[in-house]
């Protein structure tokens, strides 16, 4: 079922992103390097696969998810997500903070945001690991220079940067009837997984919404970011399946669902995300909300869903 899987990814690859996607290092590759680094790797990969429950990693995650529910079999697989390449960019520029980013401080910023947690410190055990591990996936790859400031896999980020485009534009005219699509199609194809209430199944398929899925500025909680996301990786065994329609439809129902506030900037204290952020970047405190990022996009979440489940403050 794997390799039937990874056919089909290659395929989509194929005809979603220009250019040559590129594939995991071979398994001889690893014996290159010295002993080691090959245990910091792999110690970066089973962290990578076990964030929530690893030793070194459980204490900055604040919810149920790993790394590999959003960079899929731990960043190996050929579609949006993937690790391999990511870091021949690094060090870059990205808009989201506004300032040149290191490979450890995108890796980092993922605990705050995705993982609901805190960010462990720069050069600990468990961010050399990760970062071992990813560097690793780029083993051969030229270093490049990504034009889209996205901080984000090159050989993904003009697919990123299509999709947030499209999207944005999509996300300014949500409607309810929107959400009333989305909400038939999560529970025709979604909802086996991830459950009607999409709390997923744990150990297994990661939690959508609720207390233990990713806070509102994750990547994914972004009504602009999340459509191209599923297009590539969902559903499981059918990816690239999904119409730009049905998978924007699924990204209104599952944002408007409660989830996680926060106030980034304030949980990045002292944190070196805070500390090289522009000053406008740290002047953007306050509570992130299911709420204020539905009013980022001149929508009302009461109207979107036709009730008044979500909170006011």
């Avoid at 079999?73 to 870059?92: C, E, N």
């Avoid at 450890?104 to 993982?115: A, E, N, T």
């Avoid at 034009?147 to 300014?172: D, R």
């Avoid at 995300?273 to 909300?289: E, F, L, M």
Wanted: with cysteine; aromatic share 8%; glycine share 8%.
């Amino acid at each position: 079922m794997k390799k039937i899987t990874y056919l089909l990814s290659a395929v989509i690859g194929a005809s979603l992103f220009a250019g040559t996607i590129p594939t995991a290092p071979a398994k001889n590759i690893l014996a290159k390097y010295t002993p080691e680094n090959q245990k910091m790797i792999k110690l970066g990969e089973d962290i990578i696969n076990n964030t929530n429950t690893h030793p070194l990693s459980k204490a900055f995650v604040g919810n149920d998810l790993t790394c590999s529910h959003c960079h899929i079999d731990g960043g190996k697989k050929p579609t949006i997500g993937s690790f391999v390449g990511t870091a021949t960019i690094f060090p870059t520029f990205t808009s989201r903070k506004e300032t040149v980013q290191t490979l450890q401080d995108r890796i980092l910023s993922c605990f705050p945001r995705s993982m609901n947690g805190k960010r462990p410190e720069v050069d600990t055990k468990v961010v050399i690991a990760m970062t071992s591990y990813i560097t690793y996936l780029s083993n051969g790859l030229p270093i490049v220079a990504e034009p889209y400031n996205s901080a984000t896999n090159p050989y993904y980020a003009k697919v990123w940067h299509e999709g947030s485009k499209k999207f944005m534009a999509m996300a300014k005219k949500a409607t309810h009837k929107d959400y009333e699509s989305g909400k038939k199609l999560y529970a025709a194809q979604c909802a086996s997984c991830h459950q009607a209430d999409g709390t997923g199944v744990k150990n297994t398929f990661p939690p959508v919404w609720g207390d233990r899925s990713h806070n509102i500025a994750a990547g994914l909680g972004q009504l602009h970011k999340l459509p191209t996301w599923l297009k590539a990786n969902m559903p499981m065994g059918a990816e690239g399946t999904l119409s730009d329609k049905q998978a924007f439809d699924l990204a209104v129902y599952v944002n408007a669902q409660p989830r996680p506030s926060i106030d980034l900037m304030k949980r990045l204290d002292g944190y070196r995300d805070n500390i090289n952020a522009s000053k406008k970047v740290k002047d953007s405190r306050g509570k992130n909300t299911v709420r204020s990022h539905y009013e980022f996009y001149g929508l009302d979440v009461d109207v979107i869903r036709g009730d008044k489940l979500i909170p006011k403050d």
